[in-house]
C-alpha cells in the first residue's frame, strides 16, 4: 500500500480526435524518410513544461517502389522539442505516474492498445534538479539478462515493469515454443536506476 501512495497519478487533457496541428518536428525521423503528411491526434499535459502528444504521419521510405506508410508516435515534449517518443500502433496513453528518487524525479508514461488495454511500450524519462528530462533506455539489461539463461533459451518481448520495488517480471520462452505459450517460466529481474538507463542487478528463475 506504501509504494502506491508513492506515486501521484497525473490527470491527461484529451483533445478531440483528428484535430488537425501543426506536430512537433523528430530530427532523426526526418533523416531517415520523407515526411509527405503529419498531423497531430491528440494531446495534453504530463507535468507543467512537459507535454504529450499522438502524431500520424505519412513517410516515404528511402527505398523506391517501396509505397508510402502510415506512423504513429506517441512523443513526450520539452518546451516545443521533441524528448522521447516511441510507435504506438493504434495505441493511446495511459496516465503518467511520477516517482521521486535518489537520482532525480522519474516519470513513467505507458502507451496501451485501444482495443486490449495491454500496455504496448513506455517512456521513461528523467531528471535531476533543473536539469532538462533525459529519456530512459528500458530495453538494455534483457541482453544482459539473456546470457544468464539455459542454451535455447529466450526472454519473451513483453514483459511487467514496477517502479517499486524497481523490478521487470516476464516469461522464458524455449527454442520450439509458440508465441501463445512460452514453456521455459517465469522470471524477476531487480533493476537500478543508472544515468541513461535501467541497470540489471539482479536475476532470478522461477
Known amino acids: 500500500m506504501h509504494h502506491l501512495l508513492a506515486l501521484l497519478l497525473i490527470g491527461l487533457t484529451i483533445p478531440g480526435l483528428g484535430q488537425a496541428s501543426a506536430c512537433t518536428r523528430i530530427p532523426s525521423v526526418e533523416t531517415s524518410v520523407t515526411v509527405k503528411h503529419c498531423e497531430v491526434l491528440r494531446r495534453g499535459q504530463v507535468i507543467a513544461g512537459l507535454q504529450w502528444e499522438i502524431q500520424q504521419m505519412v513517410v516515404q521510405p528511402p527505398r523506391q517502389g517501396s509505397g508510402d506508410l502510415t506512423l504513429s508516435l506517441a512523443m ?62 528500458t530495453q538494455s539489461w534483457r541482453g544482459e539478462a539473456e546470457q544468464r539463461l539455459r542454451i535455447g533459451e529466450s526472454l519473451t518481448l513483453s514483459f511487467d515493469l514496477e517502479l517499486r520495488p524497481l523490478r521487470a517480471r516476464g516469461r522464458i520462452a524455449r527454442a520450439g515454443d509458440q508465441p501463445c505459450c512460452p514453456g521455459g517460466g517465469s522470471y524477476i529481474a531487480w533493476l537500478e536506476l543508472g544515468e541513461d538507463r535501467l541497470v540489471l542487478i539482479g536475476f532470478s528463475q522461477h
Open 76 to 137: 513526450i515534449t520539452e518546451q516545443g522539442e521533441a524528448v522521447a517518443w516511441t510507435q504506438p500502433d493504434i495505441g493511446t496513453p495511459s496516465a503518467p505516474e511520477r516517482l521521486a528518487t535518489p537520482r532525480g524525479l522519474l516519470i513513467r508514461f505507458p502507451v496501451a492498445s485501444r482495443s486490449s488495454g495491454r500496455t504496448l511500450d513506455q517512456i521513461w524519462l528523467r531528471r535531476a534538479g533543473l536539469g532538462s528530462w533525459l529519456p530512459m533506455d
